[in-house]
């Protein structure tokens, strides 16, 4: 079955810096790749996601890659603010395996005033 | 729009008895719901799909007869721990997805239902 892995685990970054998270799938056939933003005791909130027909997006502090040659993506958020602290989740899916998403292990962001 | 419901929030129950969580979408119809379990300071694990009108299909671990689920209608889909016991407390989240718009397979996800078994 499909496996994301994610890196890094924890990330601490100064206000207004960037932050930059990847993450790393198995299966070729994935085609959706969304990014939750999960703050403690919270639902997951998609922040921003990406199909395999396009290469990036971006949402005002938002942006998203994939390269679908070498199975990664990753999130980019800039100009970092302190209500952006929160685990971030990248995950995967497949249409023909009925959507189910892959979840990687999440990333610990902690943005410092 | 595409808001999703669990009920209840939380729940505390003694060891040997079920629970019931609800999954609604609130506002867009939903075949097909997933439902998750999140341990502390852990990622999502799939647990199930649940597909209206038909039986859920179990992820490779998760026991069947002790996740019972049900998926009655388009934007109602339940999950029952039987004889729950300590090791089942746990965050327990669903998400639906829309059967209309562009997109059908973005994931919408409930607030999450902490369970604690004593």
């Known amino acids: 079955g499909e496996n994301v892995e994610q890196h890094p685990s924890t990330l601490s970054v100064q206000e207004g810096d960037s932050a930059v998270i990847k993450c790393t799938y198995s299966d070729s056939a994935s085609n959706y790749f969304p990014w939750y933003k999960q703050e403690l005791g919270k639902r997951p909130q998609l922040i921003i996601d990406i199909r395999s027909n396009v290469g990036e997006k971006k949402d005002q502090r938002i942006a998203v890659t994939l390269n679908k040659t070498a199975k990664h993506f990753s999130l980019h958020i800039t100009e970092t603010q302190p209500e952006d602290s929160a685990v971030y989740f990248c995950a995967a899916s497949i249409k023909a395996a009925g959507n189910k998403l892959t979840f990687g292990g999440g990333t610990r962001v902690l943005v410092k005033p | 729009g595409a808001v999703v419901s669990q009920h209840p929030s939380w729940v505390i129950c003694k060891s040997g008895t079920s629970v019931k969580i609800e999954c609604r979408s609130l506002d867009f119809q939903a075949t097909t719901m997933f439902w998750y379990r999140q341990f502390p300071k852990q990622s999502l694990m799939l647990m199930a799909t649940s597909n209206e009108g038909s039986k859920a299909t179990y992820e490779q671990g998760v026991e069947k007869d002790k996740f019972l689920i049900n998926h009655a209608s388009l934007t109602l889909s339940t999950l029952t721990v039987t004889s729950a016991h300590p090791e089942d407390s746990s965050f327990y989240i669903c998400?639906?997805?829309?059967?209309?718009?562009?997109?059908?397979?973005?994931?919408?996800f409930g607030p999450g239902t902490r369970l604690t078994v004593l």
């Open positions: 998400s639906a997805r829309s059967l209309a718009g562009a997109y059908t397979d973005t994931q919408y």
